[in-house]
């Protein structure tokens, strides 16, 4: 099974984040979903190389896998918004506390 250069490939999308404030957390998360798809990723690679899968069968399968990251991800930004809220929440609470 062909190994994917997933580091090169996170490499190259945190360059293109510039100074975002959310870069590190991205490249994190997309590292992690690569990594727990890089056997179907590598497999699909493999197929469509050696010519089991047509273009479009591959396209299609990437499109599939690339769903499935982008949900992870998103998954991921929603627990950290959550989680964002509480401390929020947490915070201007104990406002109200003090105030009273």
């Given at each position: 099974?062909?190994?994917?250069?997933?580091?090169?490939?996170?490499?190259?999308?945190?360059?293109?984040?510039?100074?975002?404030?959310?870069?590190?957390?991205?490249?994190?998360?997309?590292?992690?979903?690569?990594?727990?798809?890089?056997?179907?990723?590598?497999?699909?690679?493999e197929a469509k190389?050696?010519?089991?899968?047509?273009?479009?069968?591959?396209?299609?399968?990437?499109?599939?896998?690339?769903?499935?990251?982008?949900?992870?991800?998103?998954?991921?930004?929603?627990?950290?918004?959550?989680?964002?809220?509480?401390?929020?929440?947490?915070?201007?609470?104990?406002?109200?506390?003090?105030?009273?």
């Open positions: 099974m062909m190994a994917l250069p997933i580091e090169q490939i996170l490499n190259t999308v945190s360059d293109g984040l510039a100074d975002s404030p959310v870069k590190q957390a991205l490249c994190e998360g997309l590292g992690q979903c690569l990594n727990q798809q890089g056997e179907n990723l590598s497999m699909l690679v190389n050696n010519g089991e899968l047509s273009a479009e069968e591959f396209q299609v399968e990437l499109e599939r896998e690339k769903q499935i990251a982008e949900a992870e991800l998103l998954t991921q930004a929603i627990a950290g918004k959550v989680e964002v809220q509480k401390i929020v929440n947490e915070a201007f609470g104990l406002l109200v506390k003090m105030a009273l």
